[in-house]
């Protein structure tokens, strides 16, 4: 099997293009709060060296920051020290839009400035581009690492040239054969140990890491809401078909994959760097709870969302023009679903702490 | 005399838009080699931590880092020593354009790996925007700090509102107040001492910064070619007379200071954190050595390179359309004047050794 290296998309969060990101933060909150407090508990570093992986550059991109500056200061309250300097990396890859990201970090710092007092910080905030599926900071240098709905990206994208394994779909579909899940979940194994063993060289010993990724639910596997992501991909593909030659579809394979709960855990487990100590799922809907607003206009938000992460991806194997009409038939198709079930997205957040020179140790 | 903050320009380059540095930084390639060497030979850091100042985003952004990886890879040979990592800080303003920046380091980092092999490094390349008169970095987090052709930038820009001190001129002239000059040298008296405390406060003990900036040959002040830098804008000033109202220049005030080399070796000592191990000065022509060419294309060279530095400052009084003009006739003044005489700037390079420490315990 050959393997070609596709535009990765870290940071561009899938789904959630500019709303949803809040819900699924103000639900991943308490874990932050949590394990940010456990870590000042161990050891209270004067400056916290922190990285956000796959920022991006939309408006939510300093939201995280926020997130983590307010809990470390309340928990620095309650443990009456005094406050903490920050060294904060944002990465994503190289063609992210940083000249977006840095030129909203002012009015960062002047809100922070107006609301903690002049005297808080100092707070400097770098931007660190690359890949995290390899190294990015200096060994050990790093207190804590978050990364939001980026993880699921793979690094690559892979099929047999010539002789589509996924023939008609863009991802696992119901009949997909089990070598492409196969080879899909050897990619994700391979890239998370990557990604696992950087990231505990870069933290100090017993530094921290939280991530959340989308998964799918093993526990409802044969349900009629078996893989609800992959829903969404399904209907892309039915959409497509009715625009597009089909055999297009063999060449398109999208780059991520979602794990169960339980491939996540055996990779973490089998990597070895990082202990579990937090470990939940959640789910968001696909309109990111916009409730009982008006069908229609739910089914066109998800398929916005659906769009401003996939669109550069399928633009490239289906073109732009059938773009705008392949969103609207999938709007109305995912509006008619909506009006019989829940369309829900299935989320993993994990909370690890390194124990890098401990295994040392172990070893030597 | 009230102060007006201005768009700083950082990094732009001074008339060197995309040629000189190339000249500048070869005339300052031995005191930058010696520099780094003095650095190594009091402690050999195996993770070299740098900053280069006001970097800008052009394509000789990264020179200075190949020049000094280069210099470091030769002296770790000659040490018989393992290849250090390296941390590296790209600073600039906020409106910076960091994507040109950031797109430009992977063939960078491909280009280290294919020439030094792929165990070289590895090398850590991040952006951390900012204003560098004040602190950038985390307390001694750096060895080696590096500037160039920045630090003549003031960060404000100085005038008496309704009552212009510098009448019908957009920087010192022959006929400036001494009043107008004590302002420029006030304010680069107090940007300096906030500059080098700054980096001072970021450098380990005995950490270099090396900084080249374009300053004015006191020794020369009467004699006719007296401050030639100014004689670009004096020519900037008669050329615009013709084709503006001139009370509209009284507004116009030039946001640098070119400083004698006794002024900048004043505010060093007088801040008194660092040692001046190294002082030097050298002219580089205002065409970058285009030598006998055709005096009209050196002339419009010439007026190339100020026009990229300048024009921002000067759309932003007098209109963007009378630029091309004004530098038609900014370009053939100066061809006249190179006909008989030989158009120079006068730059001072400064190389410092970080004493922070010794300092703290003589206080105390």
Same mark, same amino acid.
């Given at each position: ?66 997130? $983590? ?5 309340? *928990? ?17 890859? #190289? ?55 980026? =993880? ?22 119901? *009949? +997909? ?16 140990? =990557? ?13 921290? $890491?939280?991530?959340? $990724? ?14 609800? #992501?992959?829903?969404?991909?399904? #209907? ?6 009715? *625009? ?60 916005? +969302?659906?769009?401003? =992460?996939?669109?550069? *991806?399928? +633009? ?49």
């Amino acid at each position: 099997m050959e393997l070609i290296h596709v535009e990765l998309r870290q940071g561009q969060l899938p789904l959630y293009a500019s709303f949803a990101p809040k819900q699924v933060m103000s639900r991943a909150m308490p874990a932050l709060q949590e394990t940010l407090r456990e870590l000042y508990l161990d050891s209270f570093p004067e400056c916290l060296k922190s990285a956000d992986l796959g920022c991006s550059s939309g408006p939510n991109a300093l939201l995280f920051l926020r997130e $983590m500056i307010d809990s470390i200061d309340a *928990i620095r309250k309650k443990l009456n020290k005094t406050e903490p300097t920050f060294q904060i990396f944002l990465n994503d890859l #190289f063609n992210n839009d940083f000249n977006n990201l840095i030129r909203s970090i002012p009015s960062f710092y002047e809100e922070l400035r107006r609301e903690k007092g002049g005297d808080f910080g100092p707070c400097f905030i770098a931007a660190m581009p690359g890949n995290f599926y390899g190294r990015l900071f200096l060994d050990h240098s790093l207190h804590f690492i978050h990364s939001s709905y980026s =993880v699921h990206w793979r690094s690559q994208v892979s099929y047999e040239f010539g002789s589509p394994l996924n023939k008609g779909h863009i991802y696992l579909a119901r *009949i +997909t054969p089990k070598s492409v899940y196969e080879a899909y979940l050897d990619l994700f194994n391979r890239d998370m140990t =990557v990604f696992l063993k950087s990231r505990s060289e870069e933290l100090v010993l017993g530094g921290r $890491m939280m991530f959340t $990724m989308i998964g799918r639910d093993a526990s409802v596997n044969f349900a009629p809401i078996y893989h609800r #992501f992959l829903l969404t991909t399904n #209907f892309l593909v039915s959409c497509l078909k009715g *625009i597009i030659e089909e055999e297009k579809l063999d060449d398109c394979n999208m780059p991520f994959y979602l794990p169960t709960p339980e491939e996540v855990r055996y990779v973490i487990q089998k990597e070895g760097s990082f202990d579990i100590t937090r470990f939940e799922t959640f789910k968001v809907t696909w309109d990111a709870e916009m409730g009982d607003g008006d069908l229609q206009m739910r089914g066109k938000y998800a398929a916005a +969302t659906v769009r401003a =992460v996939s669109e550069s *991806i399928l +633009t490239t194997h289906f073109g732009e023009e059938v773009m705008d009409g392949l969103f609207e038939r999938f709007a109305s198709k995912v509006s008619q679903y909506m009006k019989l079930h829940k369309g829900e997205y299935f989320n993993i957040l994990v909370s690890v702490k390194n124990r890098w020179i401990s295994t040392l140790m172990q070893s030597s």
